[in-house]
């Protein structure tokens, strides 16, 4: 049955050109192709980049921090309560003002008792700043190895400076061992990040996050199964080439850089722009939609190809408006202040509680900053990056 349902699934005319078949790519006189298999090796070493991230950030990211002077805001813990406890955790961190007085009255406690003690426990579900700082600087080592790594093994090939001849004599290509190990390395990174992504921090565009990677990983694993490895590691290298700029702008923030990292969102900013909104549809997505079927007619993974094409567009536009959203607020108050996908730290001391619920007017308009975020301008994920 196994054998059956993957000779139906890997059947010629659905993943290659018209005219061209598999076993045209079995390995034959010297010549090595992309086959499937080759990715199981991502598993384990997904695995073994975990590890590496769980020691690097212990026994690097953590001591740079504090080199840095970071320090973590201590938290006031909550006192055990077994009915605000389950609510938490079974209806969610910021109850109604109808239902918070139901449980204040359930356990006794005034309103005011009530509201600090959901208050303080969701700032111990917030990720402190040194973990903040230690995630960052590990992907950003990462995405900075990757890009240089990527552009070292690619800038003497033809297809970097002409996206047409990622289709010359496809899919008769190739494998050239430089670029499967880019290729296998890339593929372990985001299996890695899909597996820490319920233990790292969670921001407000998890969906999109988790979107992201899947359909990273899937392109990943589709285009090295097709042989389309050319137009795949130019997808790589494009967005490999604003995500380091962007971990380093989030370690200067928790770092309180603001200068540096003023700068470096500048920069990101124009890196990210230019590339997901203007070489990407121009250059990838053209060659894929137009140049691709020059010499020959489509197929359907000419469609699924491109679908996950657009799809990852469709989620380069989304991070871009909240791009947008930063840079309005960056040139509105001359500096970037937080992360809008990130939770804020709650003030604790009950005139803090009373300055977050009734705000004073000034000049009769309320005042438009919240308690200020440490957490880094932050988009996602990225990619075939963390975007």
């Known amino acids: 049955m196994w054998s059956s349902l993957n000779e139906w699934l890997w059947q010629d005319r659905l993943w290659l050109p018209p005219n061209n078949s598999w076993a045209e790519l079995e390995d034959r006189d010297g010549l090595v192709y992309a086959h499937p298999q080759d990715l199981l090796a991502a598993l384990p070493l997904a695995l073994v980049l975990v590890a590496m991230r769980f020691t690097f950030e212990r026994l690097v990211g953590l001591p740079l921090s504090r080199w840095l002077g970071m320090r973590d805001q201590a938290r006031r ?16 961190w910021r109850p109604k003002e109808a239902q918070m007085a ?9 309103l005011r008792q009530t509201q600090r003690w959901f208050r303080r426990r969701r700032n111990q579900e917030r990720p402190c700043l040194t973990k903040k700082f230690c995630e960052a600087s590990w992907r950003f080592v990462f995405y900075l190895c990757s890009f240089f790594g990527g552009l070292s093994i690619l800038y003497h090939e033809s297809w970097l400076w002409r996206p047409a001849m990622c289709w010359e004599n496809y899919p008769k290509q190739p494998l050239k061992p430089a670029l499967y190990c880019w290729y296998l390395l890339e593929l372990s990174f985001y299996i890695s990040l899909l597996i820490r992504l319920p233990f790292d921090i969670r921001r407000k565009d998890f969906k999109e996050q988790v979107a992201h990677h899947l359909v990273t990983i899937t392109l990943i694993t589709f285009s090295y199964s097709a042989n389309l490895l050319r137009i795949g590691s130019l997808v790589l290298l494009l967005h490999d080439s604003a995500d380091y700029v962007l971990e380093a702008c989030k370690m200067f923030n928790y770092a309180h850089r603001q200068q540096v990292c003023n700068s470096l969102f500048i920069v990101f900013s124009l890196v990210f722009f230019y590339t997901r909104l203007v070489l990407f549809p121009t250059q990838i997505l053209y060659t894929t939609y ?3 079927i020059a ?4 197929f359907f993974g000419y469609y699924f190809f491109n679908s996950l094409l657009l799809l990852l567009q469709l989620l380069h536009v989304f991070w871009s408006y909240l791009i947008l959203r930063m840079i309005h607020s960056f040139i509105k108050k001359g500096q970037m202040e937080k992360d809008i996908r990130s939770d804020v730290e709650e003030l604790d001391s009950s005139e803090g509680e009373a300055a977050w619920e009734h705000p004073q007017l000034k000049n009769g308009t309320a005042p438009t900053d919240g308690p200020r975020s440490r957490a880094a301008v932050w988009l996602a994920n990225g990619h075939l990056s963390a975007m």
């Open 77 to 92: 813990l909550v006192k055990p309560n077994t009915t605000l406890e389950k609510h938490f955790l079974m209806e969610g």
């Open 102 to 110: 139901v449980l204040a009255a359930q356990c006794g406690l005034t």
């Open 290 to 292: 137009y140049e691709s």
């Open 295 to 298: 010499n020959s007619g489509p």
